[in-house]
């Protein structure tokens, strides 16, 4: 048992400098990382999950929605911006694991990183696909065989980005500074045109009387409860879950820290910025969403799109197809690089073949592991049908955000001596917080999703127990204070 649970000196974490144990060049500026969580966060949900939520559970009420959704958020950038101001490695929730609660607890959530990332990327580049078809049909070409022509979609955007991550972090940051900036301005029109078109009636009192809704119980809250609703101040918390989960992102700018100058103070203000940003962003869109129209007349198919045409703005529509595909092309980047920086983390220390990383030493970047990472992308999204899946990813995140959360009430007490570039204030309190508002999160998931991922986390310790824990670099005897020499190292 003392095996599994041997931790990860907070030294060989970190290195000599900032996350020293790697080759990686570093080219993250403060605003890089804003542009890099926006990126990530700001996908075609942001088009349509205010005009769901209001129709089906909250009603005008979606407005508090995206507020609670936002602070239970925030509670968790928070610590994230504790430990990667401590820890400020490649490997985020899965290095601080590793270092506070030990190994065997830091291979669960790097396996749990790992379902969230890879899942993620194949069901954003399936959903790509079909908003590209989509938009161009709205332009009256008839597209024929549409599946066809998605899979061959899902195949060039998955090599296209992948190509562009295995060239180099700067090469893909250019091209992500580009495209977050013009999905932005699509941002704009919309809620600049669809302000003109607001109609103050359409919020009421944002609350709607609560309805029971006749169906069994799905998520494990209902099991609790014993029936759905919608509506009322239930239907807003509801909302509140499903509209966290288009925030959840922020904590891939934790991976960008090892290349990132004077990361202890500049990922931190990265993180919460880009939150706050993407928050009064959806907040805005939601505004115009639910003020162009009544939440009863709400189409559940193109909610924003369908506002726009309603009030004779069909052009609109245009805006949005290009918002949408642009805001989904930089979330497939970000989740690739996101899950290369990992991957890395996991295999730099033993856990999985040491050979993924391997740093090329023309393009400064893990080539090998994020030529993998693209390949199982493509398998994914390919052959199997990831958009029946999407809460795994969803599971995968908020069980990271609760060891985050208590990792930081444990590091506190364990390691008060290390140096933190931000702390989160009113500790123990507001970490606590974060770990319930977590756990609020995660019993709003079909019981469904807790099963497949009961399954992927025992295959993941299977993997451990044969695997991860006779090759860990602590299980060598000059662990822990050697690394190995050579391109893995500054």
């Known amino acids: 048992m003392s095996t599994i649970l041997r931790r990860l000196p907070p030294s060989e974490a970190t290195g000599l400098r900032t996350g020293a144990r790697h080759s990686l060049a570093e080219v993250y500026r403060p605003a890089d990382l804003v542009v890099l969580g926006l990126g990530v966060m700001i996908g075609a949900g942001i088009f349509s999950i205010a005009g769901e939520q209001a129709a089906t559970t909250a009603g005008p009420g979606v407005i508090l929605s995206f507020m609670i959704a936002g602070i239970a958020c925030l509670l968790a950038c928070l610590c994230y911006a504790e430990l990667s101001s401590t820890m400020p490695t490649s490997g985020s929730a899965y290095t601080f694991t590793y270092v506070i609660f030990g190994e065997v607890w830091a291979w669960i959530i790097g396996w749990a990183l790992i379902l969230e990332l890879q899942f993620a990327a194949a069901v954003v580049a399936r959903a790509w696909a079909a908003i590209a078809v989509g938009a161009i049909s709205h332009f009256g070409v008839r597209v024929p065989a549409a599946d066809l022509v998605q899979d061959g979609l899902v195949f060039v955007i998955l090599v296209l980005l992948t190509g562009i991550v295995a060239l180099g972090a700067r090469v893909g ?70 509209i966290a989960f288009a925030y959840i992102g922020f904590d891939i700018v934790a991976t960008s820290a090892e290349e ?37 007349e709400i189409s559940e198919e193109m909610p924003l799109a369908g506002a726009f045409r309603a009030v004779g703005v069909d052009w609109m529509v245009h805006v949005i197809d290009a918002g949408a595909v642009l805001g989904l092309t930089t979330v497939i980047l970000v989740l690739i690089v996101g899950q290369t920086r990992v991957l890395f983390s996991m295999a730099r220390d033993g856990l999985i073949p040491r050979r993924l990383a391997t740093v090329s030493r023309r393009y400064h970047t893990p080539t090998r592991v994020t030529l993998v990472i693209g390949l199982v992308a493509i398998v994914l999204a390919e052959f199997v049908p990831v958009l029946t899946m999407q809460q795994l990813v969803v599971i995968g ?49 079909r019981v469904l999703t807790w099963a497949w991922f009961a399954l992927w986390m025992a295959f993941g310790l299977l993997v451990y127990l044969v695997y991860g824990r006779r090759h860990s670099l602590l299980a060598r005897p000059e662990a822990p204070s050697k690394h190995p020499q050579g391109r893995h190292r500054r």
């Open 397 to 445: 995140t908020l069980f990271a955000f609760a060891f985050v959360a208590a990792g930081v009430i444990v590091m506190r007490r364990r390691m008060p001596h290390l140096e933190r570039g931000f702390r989160v204030p009113l500790s123990p309190l507001l970490p606590a917080l974060s770990l319930v508002a977590t756990l609020w999160l995660m019993v709003n998931l």
């Open 260 to 296: 990132t100058a004077n990361a202890p103070r500049a990922v931190p203000r990265g993180m919460i910025r880009s939150l706050v940003i993407a928050t009064v962003i959806y907040l805005a869109v939601a505004l115009v969403m639910i003020g162009m129209a009544p939440y009863t």
């Open 173 to 242: 940051l250019r091209a992500l500074w580009i495209m977050v900036s013009a999905k932005l301005l699509a941002i704009g029109a919309v809620i600049v045109v669809g302000v003109a078109h607001i109609d103050v009636a359409n919020f009421g009192d944002f609350y709607v009387p609560p309805q029971t809704l006749n169906t069994a119980p799905v998520t494990v809250l209902e099991i609790f409860i014993g029936e759905g609703q919608a509506f009322g101040w239930f239907g807003i918390f509801a909302a509140a879950s499903a």
